[in-house]
Structure formats: structure tokens, C-alpha cells
Nanobody, 129 residues
Framework: QVQLVESGGGLVQAGGSLRLSCALS????????MGWFRQAPGKEREFVAR????????YYADSVKGRFTISRDNAKNTVSLQMNSLKVEDTAVYYC??????????????????????WGQGTQVTVSS
């Protein structure tokens, strides 16, 4: 069974940076496309970023493009999200998710939460003004 464990959340002032990490165990990490989602209080879960299994192709929500960077280390079974220039509206619980589709799906489908089979428990990111 796949397990995902996030770390790195916390409290930061607007304009600051945080780095989230997510470790996958139980299966071969390189088989999974990895995504980050977030959910703010009273709002639906939204897509943040995704990285492909092996080519390193990335895709970002418009709201984080140019500020966030997703990366993966297949040797360490981890995916990371470097968040710079944080804004108050980035405050949310951040979740990593794994998509084990046999073939890398079209990028247009990456933001859909239903694509992802496994989810972490989430880590809180709070950005203060």
C-alpha cells in the first residue's frame, strides 16, 4: 500500500519562502506522477502543481506560476514544492498526491483530483500579512 507523508509546512510572513516535501513508501516512486493540491478554509481543494514520472515535465496553476517550483528525487522517493514570494492567499492545507496511471496522462488532465489514487494527510501552510 502506498503511503505519502508531507512535511515542511509552517507559519511564514508574506514574501517569505517555504519548502514542502512528500515521501512516498510502499511502491516504486518512479511509477507515479506526483502532484500538489491545497485546500483553504471554506474552499474546495485546488490543484497547485504536478511533475511527470520520469521526464521532469511540470505544470502549474496560474496562481502559483513563477513563484512555486515542483521537483522530484526518484532516488530518495520524494517530491518537493519550493514556495517563494508567498502571499496571504496561499494559506491552506497542502496535500501531495500520487497518480499511478500505466501511461503518463495528457497534461490537460493533471489538475483533476480524481486522477490521483493516493493522498497524504496534508501539511498546514499559513502566510501572515
Amino acid at each position: 500500500q502506498v503511503q505519502l507523508v508531507e512535511s515542511g509546512g509552517g507559519l511564514v510572513q508574506a514574501g517569505g519562502s517555504l519548502r514542502l516535501s512528500c515521501a512516498l513508501s510502499g511502491r516504486t516512486f518512479s511509477r507515479y506522477g506526483m502532484g500538489w493540491f491545497r485546500q483553504a478554509p471554506g474552499k474546495e481543494r485546488e490543484f497547485v502543481a504536478r511533475i511527470s514520472r520520469s521526464t521532469g515535465t511540470t505544470y502549474y496553476a496560474d496562481s502559483v506560476k513563477g513563484r512555486f517550483t515542483i521537483s522530484r528525487d526518484n532516488a530518495k522517493n520524494t517530491v518537493s514544492l519550493q514556495m517563494n514570494s508567498l502571499k496571504v492567499e496561499d494559506t491552506a492545507v497542502y496535500y501531495c498526491a500520487a497518480d499511478g496511471a500505466a501511461v503518463e496522462p495528457p497534461v490537460v488532465t493533471w489538475p483533476s483530483a480524481s486522477r490521483y489514487e493516493y493522498w497524504g494527510q496534508g501539511t498546514q501552510v499559513t502566510v501572515s500579512s
